[in-house]
C-alpha cells in the first residue's frame, strides 16, 4: 500500500492541546497505518532528570492511533474526536528511560476496527533503526453524538 506525506500540523489531527499533546509531528500514513514522531524534550509533560520513563511509550503509541483516526477523519471533511485507550495485551519496552534529545518513531498498523468504534493497533517505538517498544493498544472511538456523559438519570 502507497503511504502518502501528511502535510498537516499535528495539531490539527490529535484532540490534546498544550503539554498533553505529546507528539511533534505526523510523517505519514495509509489506509491503516501511520508514522508519527517525537523528540524528547525538557517541556516534555512526563520529562524529569534528563528523560521520560519507558513507559510514557504507551502514551506516544496511544496518540499515534489519535493521528490516525484524525487524520482520516479530516481526509473525510470531519474534525477528529477523543478516542479512549482502554488497554493493551502488551506493551514490551528495551529501554528504562528515553533520555534528553532522542528522537522517536512511533509506527502504528490497524489490525481490525468495528463500525462500533472498537479498534486494535499494532504499534512499534523506534530510536533509529532500533526497535525499542511494541504493543498491541485495543482503543475506542465514540460514535458522533454518543452520550458518554452520567449515564441514565431516570427516576
Request: charge should be negative.
Amino acid at each position: 500500500m502507497m503511504r502518502i506525506v501528511i502535510n498537516e500540523p499535528i495539531e490539527a489531527l490529535v484532540p490534546h492541546e498544550g503539554r498533553m499533546r505529546l507528539l511533534d509531528r505526523a510523517l505519514e500514513g495509509d489506509t491503516d497505518s501511520l508514522v508519527a514522531e517525537v523528540t524528547v524534550r525538557e517541556d516534555s509533560l512526563f520529562f524529569a532528570d534528563g528523560a521520560v520513563g519507558g513507559w510514557v511509550g504507551i502514551e506516544y503509541m496511544a496518540q499515534a492511533v489519535a493521528a490516525w483516526a484524525g487524520w482520516h477523519a479530516r481526509r473525510r471533511g470531519g474534525t477528529p474526536r477523543v478516542g479512549f485507550l482502554l488497554g493493551t495485551r502488551r506493551y514490551e519496552c528495551s529501554r528504562p528511560l528515553f533520555k534528553l534529545g532522542e528522537t522517536l518513531r512511533v509506527e502504528v498498523h490497524r489490525q481490525f476496527s468495528a463500525d462500533n468504534g472498537l479498534g486494535q493497533f499494532d504499534c512499534t517505538l523506534r530510536i533509529g533503526t532500533e526497535q525499542v517498544a511494541t504493543a498491541a493498544l485495543t482503543v475506542y472511538e465514540p460514535q458522533p453524538g454518543q452520550d458518554l456523559g452520567r449515564g441514565n438519570t431516570d427516576g
